[in-house]
């Protein structure tokens, strides 16, 4: 896979954390494990992301 490919990846699955974090905030009792490990691996996928983009 190209680097290109990587980063449009990384920046999907990105994306797609965030919106499963803000349905999870939205319902009446969030869980809190979850959204933490949705945050954690969103990190983590930030950056990777920041590691392989040019300045």
Known sequence: MSLQ????ELSNRH???DEEIH???KRPAA???RLYD????KL???EELT???PN
């Open 51 to 53: 590691t392989l983009k």
């Open 31 to 33: 869980d809190e494990a």
């Open 44 to 46: 983590k996928i930030k």
């Open 23 to 25: 349905q999870e905030q």
């Open 5 to 8: 490919g990587r980063i449009a």
């Open 15 to 17: 994306q797609r954390l």
């Open 38 to 41: 949705l945050k954690r691996r």
